[in-house]
């Protein structure tokens, strides 16, 4: 089993419509989550992090996490063809001394 | 510079060749990390680096050699690659070695084995 799931895709939404991202981890004592944001040809780069369950809004950004359910996700609202990226799903180990990536959701938002 | 740097940003070598990656974080955090990403795979954590000690190895085979000798500086070292080595190498910094808030990555070197 993989220790942080996310679906491939691609996701294709509109432009101005809100895009829905998922994982799933599989270590129950994981404490920090984290979603990075990867363009083609380019480093990651952190835009969330999330700690206790419920929500998390910084800007057109939500980042959600159910610790029961082992499941953390990312809403983008209003998204914009700029926001079409991959988004990596992150979670730190039960030592909490590194973090595990998911293979990434490729988004896309269509003019 | 601020952030971190990784030099060069592109290197293609022979499987016969020795280079070496070089990675520079301007964060003052004392924890460092080696990743390579292939095409179509999660992030492969490589080394870890707390306090310039090597804390993890993830069974990474022995033609690379990490080296950290400072908490600003990490290096990876090449030689005789094979092709399936080709892939972004990224390194990252993190404070105090944790990651509860998270990695900064710097921008990789993309590495080509011929």
């Known amino acids: 089993q993989k220790e942080v799931e996310q679906n491939s895709g691609p996701l294709s939404v509109p432009e101005g419509a809100i895009a829905s991202l998922n994982c799933t981890y599989s270590d129950r004592v994981s404490q920090s989550f984290f979603w990075y944001r990867q363009y083609s040809g380019k480093s990651p780069e952190l835009i969330m992090s999330i700690y206790s369950n419920g929500d998390k809004e910084d800007g057109r950004f939500t980042a959600q996490l159910n610790k029961a359910s082992q499941y953390v996700s990312l809403l983008i609202r209003d998204s914009q063809p700029s926001d079409s990226a991959t988004y990596l799903c992150?979670?730190?180990?039960?030592?909490?001394?590194?973090?595990?990536f998911g293979g990434g959701t490729r988004l896309m938002v269509k003019p | 510079e601020t952030g971190v740097t990784q030099t060069p940003r592109h290197l293609v070598m022979g499987m016969t060749n020795k280079k070496s990656l070089k990675c520079e974080q301007h964060l003052g955090h004392n924890a460092m990390y080696w990743y390579k990403q292939s095409a179509k795979k999660p992030l492969e954590l490589m080394f870890v680096y707390s306090l310039e000690e090597r804390v993890e190895n993830n069974s990474v085979p022995s033609r690379f050699s990490p080296e950290c000798p400072n908490s600003s500086h990490l290096f990876l070292h090449l030689h005789t690659l094979q092709p399936e080595d080709s892939a972004l190498y990224l390194c990252?910094?993190?404070?105090?070695?944790?990651?509860?808030?998270?990695?900064?990555f710097g921008s990789g070197t993309r590495l080509t084995v011929v």
């Open positions: 992150a979670v730190d180990n039960n030592a909490g001394n590194m973090l595990t």
């Open positions: 990252a910094s993190s404070q105090d070695g944790r990651g509860d808030y998270g990695y900064t």
